[in-house]
C-alpha cells in the first residue's frame, strides 16, 4: 500500500513538472534561457562553455501545424545546427563551447555525420531522463500512430563542440534543403531569415 502510495506520489510529481515545462516555454524564450534556432533544434546554458540542446519540446510538438516525421525532424535539426554555426561565427563562439543532449531519435551513424559522438547516460542523467520518459513516450507513440514505448537501448547522450559542429556546416546546409521540403513552415531559407532574426546578438555561450 505504501509502495502504491509513493508512486502515484511520483507521477503526480511528474505530471506537475512536465505541465510547469510546458507551460513556462514561452516565457523562457523571452529570458534568453531557450535560444531557438529551428523549430526543433534549441540550447540551453547549463554553465560556462556549456549548452545543452533539445529538439524541440513537447510546447512546440502540440502547437505545430503537423507532426513531423523522424526524417524531418532530422532536417530541422540539420537547419538548427546550420544556424547554430552561422550565429556562432557572428559571435565569434569559443570552439571550446560543449554541446551535449540526450537522445532517442537517431542512431549513432546519424549522430557521426552530423559532427556528434555518443556514449551511454550517467546515473544523473538516467534520473533527468526518467521524468521525461512518459511524456516523450506518448509524443513517439503519436508520431508512430500506435503506442509505442522508447526503447532504452537506444537512449544515449550525444555530444560535441562549438568547434567540431561548424565543421560540418556544408553537411547542415545539404540535410537542411533535403529533409525539410516536405515538412512546413517551408522553405528553409524564409526560416533561416526568420530565426536569424529573432536570436539576441548574444545568444550563445562566448
Do not use: W
Not at 15 to 41: A, D, E, H, W
Amino acid at each position: 500500500m505504501v509502495f502504491i502510495q509513493n508512486f502515484f506520489y511520483f507521477l503526480l510529481f511528474i505530471l506537475i513538472y512536465r505541465l510547469l515545462r510546458y507551460f513556462t516555454t514561452s516565457l523562457f524564450v523571452k529570458l534568453g534561457l531557450y535560444t531557438y534556432y529551428s523549430p526543433r533544434f534549441f540550447t540551453v546554458p547549463l554553465g560556462f562553455r556549456m549548452l545543452e540542446i533539445h529538439l524541440g519540446s513537447s510546447y512546440d510538438f502540440f502547437n505545430s501545424s503537423k507532426f513531423l516525421s523522424v526524417r524531418q525532424t532530422l532536417g530541422f535539426v540539420a537547419l538548427g545546427l546550420k544556424n547554430f554555426c552561422l550565429k556562432a561565427k557572428e559571435n565569434n563562439t569559443s570552439p571550446d563551447t560543449k554541446l551535449k543532449g540526450i537522445v532517442y531519435y537517431f542512431n549513432a551513424n546519424s549522430l557521426n555525420q552530423f559532427g556528434f559522438k555518443t556514449r551511454p547516460l550517467k546515473f544523473y542523467e538516467c534520473i533527468l531522463f526518467s521524468l521525461n520518459y512518459l511524456e516523450l513516450c506518448l509524443l513517439y507513440s503519436i508520431v508512430k500512430k500506435r503506442f509505442s514505448l522508447i526503447p532504452l537501448t537506444t537512449v544515449k547522450v550525444a555530444y560535441s563542440t562549438a568547434g567540431e559542429i561548424m565543421k560540418f556546416y556544408p553537411t547542415y546546409e545539404k540535410y537542411s534543403e533535403l529533409l525539410t521540403n516536405s515538412s512546413k513552415p517551408t522553405p528553409s531559407v524564409n526560416e533561416d531569415k526568420e530565426y536569424l532574426q529573432r536570436l539576441p546578438s548574444k545568444s550563445i555561450a562566448a
